[in-house]
């Protein structure tokens, strides 16, 4: 099977929220109905990892034929999921802990795990309007790696 990998990030806080929701719904189920498998990695760290995996959720219900799964990957092991763990099990397909960022200082985590999802994607789809921040070193990094970026916040293209 061809399996399709694409990752998210995005800023913690986000303006005009439904704008973004449409065009998130557009390349979410263009990739679903275009693609064998699509396996969708998420983050949990602000309003558009939320956002995201909401749209996400919505596309598969709606256009999915299993052929579509949405990760929600952790930098480490949080009491937010320690205590939840049955919820976050209902919402997502899958829960992984990042190997390479689960030991690593939480400080740094969180970059890690960025650099590892991007690493396994074949798509990065960011919302990134500054030039600063973790979203911003993880496009650049994904920029680096010659992986196909499309930044939402500044151009809708084809991931095509």
């Given amino acids: 099977m061809d399996i399709y990998t694409v990752s998210?990030?995005?800023?913690?806080?986000?303006?005009?929220?439904?704008h973004i929701e449409k065009i998130l719904a557009q390349i979410i189920k263009k990739l679903i109905v275009n693609k064998e498998f699509v396996e969708f990695l998420v983050g949990r760290n602000g309003d558009f990892d939320i956002l995201t995996a909401s749209v996400i959720r919505q596309m598969i219900k709606k256009y999915a034929y299993h052929n579509a799964s949405l990760t929600?990957?952790?930098?480490?092991?949080?009491?937010e999921f320690r205590d939840n763990e049955q919820s976050f099990l209902n919402y997502y397909d899958t829960v992984e802990i990042c190997?390479?960022?689960?030991?690593?200082?939480f400080k740094s985590a969180i970059q890690i795990r960025n650099k590892s999802m991007v690493d396994r994607s074949d798509v990065v789809i960011c919302y990134v309007e500054h030039q600063q921040g973790g979203a911003y070193t993880t496009m650049q990094y994904a920029y680096k790696q010659k992986k196909k970026v499309l930044n939402i916040a500044t151009h809708f293209d084809s991931v095509e």
């Fill in 99 to 105: 190997s390479e960022s689960e030991k690593a200082y």
């Fill in 8 to 18: 998210f990030f995005g800023h913690r806080q986000i303006i005009n929220s439904q």
């Fill in 72 to 79: 929600l990957v952790l930098p480490y092991m949080n009491a």
